[in-house]
């Protein structure tokens, strides 16, 4: 019984972490109906702009709100300079500059800081909170801060005028245009929340895996089930998905199919979902007469 207690824990820690990368996708999918492939890559990227400022000295926290403000600046130039171009061209044509976006993040972090694993720090205390023996005090507070992004986030789209207006942006341009809403300039913000939320899961996320350019691709695949098993248009269904997925490759790994093919979990939950229920748990069914 212990063993499962820590299992089913322990995938709630890291299913927050899928989570947070997955309210990113969410955040992109919502302005511009495609899915971020360079998502991972993107919070990557961010999370060594983070280990370099506190290699410069800065404090930790004073370097994630530091990361946090670049990502969004980050995620702003990108959409401007890079996703405005083709945001007309075929989905093809999208899906190759994603792709293409996250080779060029992955190659150039690989040669400023080299593929050398780097170790990054933790906020949190290494004693286990409460006294408990099931789950760390950095895996707490990975999901207590996935909870407090989502709430900021929920806060965020539901009482400011610039989160409803990014609201309509998404759901209908021409309405929004119409009422003089700047809606390219609210996509463009869309893309910024999004680099934001991804480097936090970022520097979560290094604390447990190491730094690594490569550290963020079986995290962007779980990322992309939880996202789909919620539905890519609802926030709190892109959480909701997270710790389910999370807590499912723990759980079958563990007692079931071995850890060596828990990633074919994330597969399995892909393709079921896109089968069964394409719009997952709380997505919308959008219906169109033709």
């Given at each position: 019984m212990d063993a499962l207690l820590q299992q089913v824990f322990a995938g709630l820690a890291t299913g927050g972490i899928y989570a947070s990368v997955a309210l990113a996708l969410v955040m992109i999918y919502q302005a511009t109906h495609h899915l971020n492939f360079a998502q991972g890559e993107m919070a990557m990227f961010s999370t060594y702009l983070a280990w370099s400022m506190i290699n410069a000295g800065f404090g930790y926290w004073a370097a994630f709100f530091l990361t946090v403000s670049l990502s969004f600046v980050l995620?702003?130039?990108?959409?401007?300079?890079?996703?405005?171009?083709?945001?007309?061209?075929?989905?093809?044509?999208?899906?190759?500059?994603f792709i293409g976006l996250l080779v060029i993040l992955n190659s150039v972090t690989g040669w400023i800081y080299t593929y050398t694993i780097k170790t990054f720090p933790s906020p949190f205390p290494t004693a286990p909170l409460f006294g408990n023996k099931?789950?760390?005090?950095?895996?707490?507070?990975?999901?207590?801060?996935?909870?407090?992004?989502?709430?900021?986030?929920?806060?965020?789209?539901?009482?400011?005028?610039?989160?409803?207006?990014?609201?309509?942006?998404?759901?209908?341009?021409?309405?929004?245009?119409?009422?003089?809403?700047?809606?390219?300039?609210?996509?463009?913000?869309?893309?910024?929340l999004a680099a934001a939320i991804g480097s936090i899961a970022?520097?979560?996320?290094?604390?447990?895996?190491?730094?690594?350019?490569?550290?963020?691709g079986g995290i962007l695949l779980y990322a992309f089930a939880a996202a789909l098993v919620g539905g890519v248009d609802s926030p709190g269904g892109a959480v909701f998905g997270?710790?389910?997925?999370?807590?499912?490759?723990?759980?079958?790994?563990?007692?079931?199919?071995g850890n060596e093919l828990k990633l074919a979990v994330a597969l399995v939950l892909i393709i079921g979902v896109l089968v069964v229920k394409p719009s997952g748990f709380f997505g919308k069914v959008n219906v169109s007469r033709v």
């Amino acid at each position: 019984m212990d063993a499962l207690l820590q299992q089913v824990f322990a995938g709630l820690a890291t299913g927050g972490i899928y989570a947070s990368v997955a309210l990113a996708l969410v955040m992109i999918y919502q302005a511009t109906h495609h899915l971020n492939f360079a998502q991972g890559e993107m919070a990557m990227f961010s999370t060594y702009l983070a280990w370099s400022m506190i290699n410069a000295g800065f404090g930790y926290w004073a370097a994630f709100f530091l990361t946090v403000s670049l990502s969004f600046v980050l995620g702003v130039v990108i959409e401007r300079v890079i996703i405005r171009p083709v945001e007309n061209a075929p989905v093809l044509s999208v899906v190759v500059v994603f792709i293409g976006l996250l080779v060029i993040l992955n190659s150039v972090t690989g040669w400023i800081y080299t593929y050398t694993i780097k170790t990054f720090p933790s906020p949190f205390p290494t004693a286990p909170l409460f006294g408990n023996k099931f789950v760390s005090s950095h895996q707490i507070g990975a999901i207590g801060i996935t909870l407090v992004v989502l709430l900021l986030l929920f806060s965020f789209f539901r009482f400011t005028p610039l989160g409803l207006a990014m609201r309509a942006a998404a759901q209908n341009p021409v309405s929004a245009k119409l009422v003089g809403i700047r809606v390219g300039w609210m996509l463009a913000l869309g893309w910024g929340l999004a680099a934001a939320i991804g480097s936090i899961a970022g520097m979560m996320v290094a604390p447990i895996v190491f730094l690594d350019p490569n550290m963020m691709g079986g995290i962007l695949l779980y990322a992309f089930a939880a996202a789909l098993v919620g539905g890519v248009d609802s926030p709190g269904g892109a959480v909701f998905g997270g710790f389910l997925v999370g807590v499912l490759e723990n759980v079958l790994g563990a007692f079931v199919i071995g850890n060596e093919l828990k990633l074919a979990v994330a597969l399995v939950l892909i393709i079921g979902v896109l089968v069964v229920k394409p719009s997952g748990f709380f997505g919308k069914v959008n219906v169109s007469r033709v």
